[in-house]
């Protein structure tokens, strides 16, 4: 017994290690966040610690993948995608502006993966859910840009009609995620209330567009034929 007392668990990896080589020193479990939202700090073998504080700051986990039936447990989780998205179509409006070059800057102040990746997450990415903190610097981006986009005339010129209202006194966004559908297809935006699963007018031109193509194809090379013939 007194034999045994002298190795030490390690919650990462699951094994004893000796005193040598496991220090007691703690750190975070990636897998018990992301399958129990469990942020307690574990002691880990000397080298899970520095491989956990290495990958700390690193976006290796898409928890759509991993877990996606965390999104429902924890609703900061849903909070903070829906601000990634929203961050994401965002900054394609404000990339090409030559006006919010201090707000682009703030942007790139934070992790790019926010905004560019919305369905990975670094353990730092977690414990700021957890603790509030990524909540509010998102919110506090979110709200500055679509402020910046919805006063900007040139960021205006950007914006959608939707094609199947035709309403050209209500200009859109993709980023108006509660009224505004974008078709994963062509990425047109429309009202949620107007569009129809299936029935994109831009994707409908675009297949018979295709379609035009493909038979006047036909016909050309069977005239070749023919007059090979």
């Given at each position: 017994?007194?034999?045994?007392k002298?190795?030490?668990?390690?919650?990462?990896l699951?094994?004893?290690?000796?005193?040598?080589c496991?220090?007691?020193?703690?750190?975070y479990?990636?897998?018990?966040?992301?399958?129990?939202?469990?942020?307690?700090?574990?002691p880990v073998?000397?080298?899970?610690?520095?491989?956990?504080?290495?990958?700390?700051n690193e976006?290796?986990?898409?928890?759509?993948?991993i877990?996606?039936?965390?999104?429902?447990?924890?609703?900061?989780?849903?909070?903070v995608?829906?601000?990634r998205?929203?961050?994401?179509?965002l900054c394609?409006?404000?990339?090409i502006?030559?006006?919010?070059?201090?707000?682009?800057?703030?942007i790139?102040?934070e992790p790019?993966?926010?905004?560019e990746?919305?369905?990975?997450y670094?353990?730092?990415?977690l414990?700021g859910i957890?603790?509030?903190?990524?909540?509010?610097?998102l919110?506090?981006?979110v709200?500055?840009?679509?402020d910046?986009?919805?006063?900007?005339?040139?960021?205006?010129?950007?914006g959608?009609?939707?094609e199947?209202?035709?309403?050209?006194?209500?200009?859109?966004?993709p980023?108006q995620?509660?009224?505004?559908?974008?078709c994963?297809?062509?990425?047109?935006?429309?009202?949620?209330?107007?569009?129809v699963?299936?029935?994109?007018?831009?994707?409908?031109?675009?297949?018979?567009?295709?379609?035009?193509?493909?038979?006047?194809?036909?016909?050309f090379?069977?005239?070749?034929?023919?007059?090979?013939s």
């Amino acid at each position: 017994n007194s034999y045994i007392k002298r190795f030490r668990y390690c919650e990462y990896l699951g094994k004893y290690f000796c005193q040598c080589c496991h220090r007691n020193e703690i750190n975070y479990i990636p897998g018990h966040i992301i399958r129990k939202w469990d942020f307690k700090q574990y002691p880990v073998s000397n080298f899970s610690w520095r491989l956990l504080s290495r990958i700390f700051n690193e976006p290796y986990f898409n928890l759509s993948t991993i877990n996606p039936s965390l999104f429902k447990r924890v609703k900061l989780l849903e909070t903070v995608h829906a601000f990634r998205v929203q961050l994401m179509y965002l900054c394609k409006f404000l990339r090409i502006c030559k006006y919010s070059e201090s707000l682009v800057g703030d942007i790139n102040a934070e992790p790019s993966h926010w905004y560019e990746d919305v369905d990975v997450y670094s353990i730092s990415d977690l414990v700021g859910i957890k603790n509030s903190s990524i909540v509010t610097k998102l919110k506090d981006l979110v709200t500055k840009s679509i402020d910046h986009v919805e006063q900007c005339s040139f960021c205006q010129g950007f914006g959608y009609i939707c094609e199947l209202c035709g309403d050209e006194s209500d200009i859109i966004y993709p980023f108006q995620l509660q009224t505004v559908v974008v078709c994963k297809d062509c990425t047109s935006c429309f009202h949620k209330a107007c569009y129809v699963e299936g029935k994109c007018p831009k994707c409908i031109r675009i297949e018979a567009r295709r379609q035009r193509q493909l038979l006047e194809t036909k016909i050309f090379d069977s005239s070749e034929e023919e007059s090979g013939s």
